[in-house]
């Protein structure tokens, strides 16, 4: 079993910065990818970044330079850092990992909360 636990949410004023952390456990040698998505209010769950074992990274359009997605193998974590946030990125921002071994199944944490506003 693989689990995820997102962590490093909260109040963030405009203009401000922010790194989100993703840890995984359980059979972590069967994840490869692991990525960052957001869901904000009424709105459908975002891809945002994603980066392999292998240190891969993959960035949606929408971040503009603004997110740097990391990974730590020896950790088992993966971290999102953001910057210049504004009230638009407010969202709930969840983890996955993907395990190639189980036809790409992907696990997910229960997400952590980010709020931009003055």
């Known amino acids: 079993q693989v689990h995820v636990v997102e962590s490093g949410g909260g109040l963030v004023q405009p203009g401000g910065s922010l790194t989100l952390s993703c840890t995984a456990s359980g059979s972590i040698f069967s994840i490869d990818a692991m990525g960052w998505y957001r869901q904000a209010p009424g709105k459908r769950r975002e891809f945002l970044a994603r980066?392999?074992?292998?240190?891969?990274?993959t960035y949606a359009d929408s971040t503009k330079g603004r997110f740097i997605i990391s990974r730590d193998n020896g950790k088992n974590t993966v971290d999102l850092q953001i910057t210049s946030l504004n009230p638009e990125d407010t969202a709930r921002y969840y983890c996955?990992?993907?395990?190639?071994?189980?036809?790409?199944?992907?696990?997910w944490g229960q997400g952590t909360l980010v709020t931009v506003s003055s």
């Open positions: 996955n990992a993907v395990i190639p071994s189980e036809g790409d199944r992907e696990v």
């Open positions: 980066i392999s074992r292998s240190q891969r990274r």
